[in-house]
C-alpha cells in the first residue's frame, strides 16, 4: 500500500518585496499510514512550511503533494478548505480556541462542516472530550482552563471530525515540561491504540522522543531522516 | 456551496461568535451605533419637518372648493381682485347656493401684521385675513375652540389656534394694536391643523377700511358641482366675461404649489446634511469593521484551516455590520419619533412670505428610509472588510499569535 503522505521535489517561494526568497528547496518525503513523524530543525528552516503544504494551508511553488492517493497541490483553495474538513486536524502552538465558545462548542466546530445533527454532533464531541480526558469540562470556556487543558481541547476539536492525518505545530511550545509530557503521551495514545497518522513540528528533543521517526530540516532541505524508537 | 442547508449553519456559528466577542469591542461598536443613529436622527426629523410642512399646506382646503386669483398670480398676496368682479363671480351659477340662496363664497383679503413671537422681541409676519361672512359657512372644517365669533363691523377677531399658541398677546380677551387699529381678540378657532390656523381673521369689511384697502385678494367659494365638469363650467363661465380675468383653482392644488418651494428646500437640506453625515458614519463603520477583523484574525484563520469557507465569513462579518447599523437606525429613528413627532415649529413660507405654523411629522415611511439609509451604511462600511477578512491568507494569519 502506498504511503498516505508523498510529497515529491516540494520547493516554496516567498516574494518579499522584490525579491522572491525559496524557502524549501526540494524536499522529498514518504510518511507511512500510522506513523508519527516529528519534524524538527532550527528556526527559520521551514518545519512551518512544509506542514502547512502538507495540512493544504498553502500550496507549494514546485514539485507535488499526494495524501491519501490525492494530488493536494493542486487544487483551488475552495478545494482545499473542504479537503482539509474532511482529511486533516489541526493543533497549534497556542491551541487557538475561540474564546467565546465551550470546550464543547469549540470541539464542535469541524463537525458543522459534515452533515451530523446537532445531537450527533454533541455526542461525538463529548467522546473526543471524554477521549482526551475532559469530560468533565465540556462546559468551561478557554480562559478557565490551563494551558495543557487548552491544548487537550484543541486535540479533541482535531481529532473529532476522525481525519485521515494529524498535523501539529510545536504543540508543547507553550507548556511546561511535564505538561508537555502529557500531551505527548496524548499523542502517542492516538496513534498507537487509534491508529492516527501525525505529522509534528518541534524544537523540544524529549518532546520528538515520542514519535516513531524524526525527521531534520535545516535550511530547506531535510537533511536526515533517523528512524527509531 | 455544495449543502445551502451547512452553508447557513456555518454563517449562523461564525456570526455568533462574532458577535460573542462584540462585548470586547464595545467601543468601536458604539462609534458605529452612535454614528448611524445621528444619520438617522438628523435626516428624519429633518424630512419629518418637510413632510409636516407640506402636509399642513396640502391638508389644507378641501376639492370641492375653488380659490379665484387675478390671473397670472400664483399666490394671494400678490393677487387683487376687486369689489365688482367679486360680485360677478359670486353670481356665477357654477358656485354653489345655500338654503336661503345666498351663494357659498368669501371675498377675502390678506394684510401681514407684525407679531412678536411668544418671548421675543423681533415681529414676525402674520397672515391677517379679512372675510365675508361666507367663509364660515362654505369652510366647515372650522370650528370656534374658544370665546366667539367676531361681530359685524366691529374691530374684532378671532385667531386661529397654532397663532394664539406661538404669537404673544392673542389669547382670548386681548387687545392687540396694528399701526393704526386696535382690535380685540374674541375667539380661537380650529380648522384640523391647516394653514389658517396660523391667521387671524376679520370681518373683511372692517379689514379693508382699517388697512385702507379697496379690494380683495381673492374669492374663495363652493363649486355647485364638484366634479371636474363643474369645475370646467366655472371656467368657462369666466372666460366668456370679458370683465373678468381671474384664475380658477381648486384649494388643495393651490395649497400644495404654496408648499412646493419651502418643502422642496427642507428636503434638499436634510439629504444633503445627512449624506454628509452618513460619508462620516461610512469611513466609522469601516474603521469599526477593520479593527474587528484585525483582533479576529487568528480566530478567521483558525476557522478557515478548519475547513471553513470563505463566503460564510465575509457574510458573518457583513451580518455584524448590518446588526449594528439597524441598532444604529431604530436608535436614530425612534429619537425622531419621540422628540420631533408632533413637535409644533412655524416658519416663513418663502412662497407666501408669511409663518406657516406645522407639527413634524414622522411618518413611517420616513422612519423606513432612515434604516434603509442605516442598513446602507452598514453594507458599504462592512463589505471591504468582510472581503478582507475571507481573503485573510491563513497562514499568515496563522503566524500572528
Ligand atoms: N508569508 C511569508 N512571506 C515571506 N516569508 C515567509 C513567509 N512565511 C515564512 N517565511 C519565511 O520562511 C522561512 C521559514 O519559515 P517557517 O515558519 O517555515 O520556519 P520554522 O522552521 O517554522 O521556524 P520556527 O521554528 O521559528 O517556527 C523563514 O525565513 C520565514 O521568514
Ligand atoms: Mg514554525
Given at each position: 500500500m502506498a504511503d498516505l503522505v508523498q510529497v515529491r521535489a516540494v520547493t516554496k517561494s516567498y516574494r518579499r518585496g522584490g525579491e522572491t526568497i525559496e524557502v524549501l528547496h526540494g524536499v522529498d518525503l514518504d510518511i507511512?499510514?500510522?506513523?508519527?513523524?516529528?519534524?524538527?530543525?532550527?528556526?527559520?528552516?521551514?518545519?512551518?512550511?512544509?506542514?502547512?503544504?502538507?495540512?493544504?494551508?498553502?500550496?507549494?511553488?514546485?514539485?507535488?503533494?499526494?495524501?491519501?492517493?490525492?494530488?493536494?497541490?493542486?487544487?483551488?483553495?475552495?478545494?482545499?478548505?473542504?479537503?482539509?474538513?474532511?482529511?486533516?486536524?489541526?493543533?497549534?502552538?497556542?491551541?487557538?480556541?475561540?474564546?467565546?465558545?465551550?470546550?464543547?462548542?469549540?470541539?464542535?466546530?469541524?463537525?458543522?462542516?459534515?452533515?451530523?445533527?446537532?445531537?450527533?454532533?454533541?455526542?461525538?464531541?463529548?467522546?473526543?472530550?471524554?477521549?482526551?480526558?475532559?469530560?468533565?469540562?465540556?462546559?468551561?470556556?478557554?480562559?478557565?482552563?490551563?494551558?495543557?487543558?487548552?491544548?487537550?481541547?484543541?486535540?479533541?476539536?482535531?481529532?473529532?471530525?476522525?481525519?485521515?492525518?494529524?498535523?501539529?505545530?510545536?504543540?508543547?511550545?507553550?507548556?511546561?515540561?511535564?505538561?508537555a509530557g502529557e500531551i505527548m503521551a496524548l499523542l502517542q495514545m492516538l496513534n498507537r491504540e487509534h491508529g492516527k497518522t501525525i505529522v509534528m513540528v518541534t524544537h523540544d528533543p524529549k518532546a520528538a522522543e515520542y514519535a516513531s521517526r524524526r525527521l531534520h530540516l535545516d535550511k530547506g532541505t531535510l537533511i536526515a531522516d533517523g528512524a527509531g524508537a | 456551496m455544495r449543502h445551502p442547508v451547512r452553508a447557513l449553519a456555518q454563517i449562523a456559528q461564525i456570526t455568533l461568535i462574532n458577535l460573542r466577542s462584540l462585548p470586547q469591542r464595545l467601543g468601536t461598536s458604539l462609534v458605529v451605533v452612535v454614528g448611524i443613529a445621528g444619520v438617522v436622527g438628523v435626516l428624519v426629523s429633518v424630512l419629518a419637518m418637510g413632510e409636516g410642512f407640506r402636509h399642513t399646506l396640502a391638508s389644507t382646503g378641501r376639492p370641492g372648493r375653488v380659490i379665484m386669483l387675478r390671473a397670472g398670480s400664483d399666490a394671494e398676496l400678490s393677487s387683487g381682485v376687486d369689489r365688482d368682479q367679486t360680485t360677478l363671480l359670486a353670481a356665477l351659477p357654477a358656485i354653489a347656493r345655500d338654503g336661503s340662496g345666498r351663494p357659498l363664497a368669501s371675498a377675502e383679503l390678506v394684510v401681514m401684521v407684525d407679531l412678536p413671537r411668544k418671548g421675543e422681541s423681533h415681529p414676525n409676519n402674520v397672515p391677517f385675513r379679512g372675510v365675508q361672512p361666507g367663509a364660515f359657512a362654505i369652510r366647515d372644517e372650522l370650528r370656534l375652540v374658544e370665546g366667539r365669533a367676531f361681530r359685524r363691523g366691529v374691530r374684532e377677531v378671532i385667531v386661529g389656534r397654532k397663532a394664539a399658541q406661538q404669537f404673544a398677546g392673542l389669547d382670548v380677551g386681548s387687545r392687540i394694536a396694528f399701526r393704526d387699529s386696535d382690535w380685540t381678540v374674541v375667539g380661537t378657532f380650529a380648522t384640523g391643523g391647516d394653514v389658517h390656523e396660523s391667521e387671524i381673521w376679520a370681518d373683511a369689511e372692517v379689514a379693508m377700511s382699517a388697512f385702507r384697502r379697496t379690494g380683495y385678494q381673492s374669492m374663495t367659494a363652493t363649486l355647485a358641482d364638484g366634479s371636474q365638469a363643474?369645475?370646467?363650467?366655472?371656467?368657462?363661465?369666466?372666460?366668456?366675461?370679458?370683465?373678468?380675468?381671474?384664475?380658477?383653482?381648486?384649494?388643495?392644488?393651490?395649497?400644495?404649489?404654496?408648499?412646493?418651494?419651502?418643502?422642496?428646500?427642507?428636503?434638499?437640506?436634510g439629504y444633503t446634511v445627512a449624506a454628509f453625515m452618513a460619508i462620516g458614519a461610512t469611513f466609522g463603520a469601516l474603521n469599526c469593521m477593520y479593527s474587528a477583523i484585525a483582533s479576529r484574525q487568528v480566530e478567521i484563520a483558525t476557522l478557515r484551516a478548519i475547513g471553513f469557507g470563505g463566503a460564510p465569513v465575509v457574510v458573518s462579518v457583513m451580518i455584524e455590520a448590518l446588526l449594528l447599523a439597524l441598532v444604529g437606525g431604530a436608535a436614530g429613528g425612534a429619537l425622531a419619533y419621540v422628540y420631533c413627532d408632533g413637535a409644533s415649529l412655524s416658519t416663513l413660507n418663502f412662497s407666501t412670505f408669511s409663518q406657516v405654523a406645522f407639527d413634524f411629522r414622522v411618518t413611517p415611511a420616513l422612519l423606513g428610509q432612515g434604516l434603509a439609509w442605516a442598513l446602507l451604511i452598514g453594507a458599504a462600511g462592512g463589505l471591504l472588510p468582510a472581503i478582507r477578512a475571507a481573503r485573510l491568507p491563513v497562514t499568515t494569519a496563522l503566524r500572528a499569535v
Open positions: 507511512a499510514r500510522g506513523d508519527f513523524v516529528a519534524l524538527m530543525g532550527p528556526s527559520g528552516s521551514g518545519k512551518t512550511t512544509l506542514l502547512n503544504l502538507i495540512g493544504g494551508l498553502d500550496t507549494p511553488t514546485g514539485g507535488a503533494i499526494v495524501v491519501d492517493g490525492r494530488r493536494i497541490d493542486r487544487l483551488s483553495s475552495g478545494e482545499l478548505s473542504a479537503w482539509r474538513a474532511a482529511h486533516v486536524g489541526f493543533v497549534f502552538q497556542f491551541y487557538n480556541l475561540l474564546p467565546v465558545l465551550s470546550a464543547q462548542r469549540n470541539v464542535e466546530l469541524p463537525l458543522l462542516l459534515t452533515s451530523l445533527s446537532a445531537a450527533e454532533r454533541r455526542r461525538h464531541a463529548a467522546i473526543a472530550l471524554a477521549l482526551v480526558g475532559l469530560a468533565d469540562r465540556a462546559r468551561h470556556k478557554p480562559r478557565e482552563l490551563s494551558g495543557g487543558q487548552e491544548q487537550r481541547v484543541a486535540i479533541a476539536r482535531a481529532i473529532v471530525s476522525d481525519p485521515t492525518l494529524l498535523v501539529c505545530d510545536e504543540p508543547t511550545g507553550d507548556l511546561d515540561r511535564a505538561t | 363643474g369645475l370646467a363650467a366655472l371656467t368657462a363661465a369666466i372666460r366668456r366675461d370679458p370683465r373678468l380675468s381671474i384664475n380658477v383653482l381648486r384649494e388643495p392644488e393651490y395649497y400644495a404649489k404654496q408648499a412646493g418651494v419651502l418643502a422642496r428646500l427642507i428636503t434638499v437640506l
